[in-house]
């Protein structure tokens, strides 16, 4: 089956240092790549996305890289903000398992 | 632009009660999606919809039903509540069933059970 294994938690940094989240995945077929950010007691919400190999998904700063060779998805970004600690779930779909599978989130908290 | 929309955003019910969920997707969404997050938690899915009938079943409780009305808002029916089955209860929208991979989040349903 499909699984996603995101880099464990919790995630510290100062304000302007450069953030990486890993994120390896398991499917078959060609899956669809996601960052989703969910900030304290709020819902989901799509960050960015990659739908083939080498995509590249960017939005507010932060970029990931879809690729298949080594079934990866990293999430980046050169500065942090404190307004950017929240969760971060990667997350995969497949079109034969028809949903999203998401890795277990990465708590990052970004200090002044 | 319209969001997913759930009511209601908080719920509290004792053990054994029912609770009704609802779920309003973008207009022109086709497709709903039903994820349960429990505390500390990735979501996980429970039950998908696409053109008002039930396609795909995730880790859904029997006790738990779910269908997907004329116009397209959805309804999840938890029965027979049990302490575990408080979490945040996500509803996810997209246009175009299986085709379309990017699925549009409600702000959830805060279901406690005491």
């Known amino acids: 089956g499909n699984s996603v294994t995101q880099m464990e938690g919790p995630v510290t940094l100062s304000e302007e240092a450069f953030l990486t989240i890993n994120c390896t995945y398991t499917a078959t077929g060609y899956p669809s790549l996601f960052w989703y950010v969910q900030y304290p007691g709020e819902g989901l919400q799509l960050l960015l996305k990659a739908t083939k190999a080498d995509d590249k998904g960017s939005n507010k700063g932060f970029e990931a890289t879809y690729r298949k060779e080594t079934t990866s998805f990293h999430l980046e970004k050169g500065s942090v903000q404190v307004s950017d600690s929240a969760v971060y779930f990667c997350a995969l779909f497949s079109g034969s398992a028809r949903q999203l599978t998401f890795g277990s989130g990465t708590q990052l908290t970004v200090l002044p | 632009a319209a969001g997913v929309i759930q009511s209601p955003r908080h719920l509290i019910k004792e053990k054994r009660e029912t609770a009704t969920l609802k779920c309003y997707p973008i207009?022109?969404?086709?497709?709903v999606y039903w994820y349960q997050q429990g505390p500390g938690q990735d979501p996980q899915f429970l039950i998908s919809?696409?053109?008002?009938?039930?396609?795909d079943k995730g880790s859904i409780p029997d006790r738990f039903s779910a269908q997907q009305f004329s116009d397209y808002h959805s309804e999840l029916n938890m029965s027979s509540l049990e302490l575990g089955d408080s979490a945040l209860y996500f509803c996810a929208s997209s246009l175009g069933g299986w085709s379309s991979y990017e699925q549009y989040f409600g702000p959830g349903t805060r279901l406690t059970v005491t």
């Open positions: 207009p022109r969404h086709d497709t």
């Open positions: 919809f696409y053109e008002k009938m039930q396609s």
